[in-house]
């Protein structure tokens, strides 16, 4: 298959990097070549975090563009305007349907655009209530996990693959909450159509 480019973005503490490494373990265990940088802002604090995983059949840099991203995976919104220039002009955009207002804008240093939700939507965002179906689920924490669920409609990997890593990856006592979430995700997913509308 032709490289192709994923971009996860969020802020600290939303799992953006347990996200981009589960991705990166399904495509190496699909048998692909795969490279992944991460850029941590102040990530404790709540700072920006993003992770471009690259894979395929050769893949020759870890890095990304402007216009370059096959698929962009946004833990909030203005995450995703922030890097939406980033994606191709026929890439797709999944995002958490949740607004996080950094500090520069809650104490009015820094003003956002009247209407992102607008914005996104033109460039066919794809809208996902991560947040809220990881508590409908049982599993508060795992957002990260159903966006990958919804991405997953999208991806040549198998479910049964991604249901492998996931069982590899998080933590046993939170493995059961973990597959619910990306099932849910999934699952959302199809039923709103992603699956015919876009395919990587």
Not at 26 to 38: D, I, N, R, T, W
Not at 79 to 106: Q, T
Not at 148 to 153: D, T
Not at 156 to 171: G, T
Request: aromatic share 4%.
């Amino acid at each position: 298959m032709d490289t192709k480019t994923v971009l996860l973005c969020g802020v600290g503490g939303q799992g953006t990097i347990l996200a981009a490494d589960i991705l990166a373990k399904v495509a190496a265990a699909a048998g692909l070549k795969v490279k992944l940088s991460e850029v941590h802002g102040m990530a404790q604090r709540g700072g920006s975090v993003t992770t471009v995983v690259r894979f395929g059949e050769e893949v020759h840099s870890p890095v990304t563009d402007p216009g370059c991203v096959d698929a962009l995976v946004s833990f909030e919104i203005l995450e995703a305007l922030r890097n939406a220039h980033f994606l191709k002009a026929e890439g797709s955009i999944f995002v958490n349907d949740e607004l996080n207002e950094p500090m520069s804008v809650r104490i009015g240093a820094q003003k956002i655009e009247d209407d992102p939700v607008a914005t996104l939507k033109r460039r066919n965002a794809h809208f996902i209530p991560a947040t809220e179906t990881a508590v409908l689920v049982g599993s508060p924490r795992s957002a990260n996990v159903v966006l990958l669920g919804a991405l997953s409609r999208v991806l040549p990997f198998d479910e049964n693959l991604w249901l492998d890593v996931i069982k590899a990856r998080v933590p046993k006592k939170t493995l059961e909450g973990n597959i619910a979430a990306f099932k849910a995700g999934r699952d959302s997913s199809d039923s709103r159509g992603y699956r015919k509308e876009v395919r990587l």
